[in-house]
């Protein structure tokens, strides 16, 4: 899709670009990525290197590092997306907007703790990769992190606007090596060489 649209556009514009890249190529990084996000530094290293590569079709851009073409672009990384996709995901199975019998188990903290928010997630031990790195538990600090008043939206929309609301000035937002603040734990950033 990338060659596609790199031979058939050669003078583009940046919001010509932007059109471009989001219906034809990143549609197809993002497809599925609550299932199968990838924990290991080459993987995330890997689906960041097409959107590397995409950037530098914009010939105004071609000299500025990945990061300043994300930001002239407006273009937040996709390891970025994937966790802010995996936190909208968590807020509409905790608030039940899927039916409990297709969606994964969330099991609600029962410890109260006067950090975090009110619908708290509680972490299962796992021996292995395939659980550690499995939705159901990548999302528990993260989610736990989140502030009572990002959780307690209405609607879905509400919560995807306060949570950009309170990442706004997150480093990972460009940078996909940066780990996200604030987390209260660092181990779900932190993640296996390739």
């Known amino acids: 899709m990338l060659h596609i649209s790199k031979c058939n ?3 583009l514009t940046i919001p010509t ?9 990143r549609s197809h990084l993002d ?10 530094k080459g993987d995330i290293e890997a689906l960041e290197k097409v959107q590397k590569r995409a950037t530098k079709i914009i010939p105004a851009l071609k000299n500025l590092s990945y990061c300043e073409r994300l ?20 807020y509409k199975i905790v608030t039940g907007k899927y039916q ?3 969606a994964p188990t969330l099991h609600k903290e029962n410890v109260f703790v006067t950090r ?3 619908l708290r997630l509680e972490k299962s031990q796992v021996k292995y990769d395939l659980r550690k790195f ?44 940066t780990q996200l603040q604030g ?3 660092r181990s779900q950033f932190l993640y296996e060489e390739s």
Not at 31 to 40: F, L, T
Not at 71 to 90: N, Q, V
Request: with cysteine; net charge positive.
């Open 9 to 11: 556009f050669r003078y």
């Open 17 to 25: 670009f932007i059109l471009l890249y989001n219906s034809m190529v």
């Open 31 to 40: 497809y599925c990525s609550s299932v199968w996000a990838p924990y290991r």
């Open 71 to 90: 930001k002239t672009c407006k273009l937040p990384t996709l390891h970025y997306r994937r966790i802010r996709g995996d936190m909208i995901e968590a």
């Open 100 to 102: 409990p019998c297709v």
């Open 116 to 118: 975090g928010n009110n």
């Open 134 to 177: 499995g939705f159901t538990n990548r999302v528990v600090n993260t989610w736990n992190s989140l502030p009572n008043w990002v959780v307690s939206a209405n609607t879905t929309d509400t919560f995807k606007t306060r949570l950009d609301k309170l990442w706004h000035n997150q480093d990972i937002i460009y940078n996909f090596r």
């Open 183 to 185: 987390t209260g734990s």
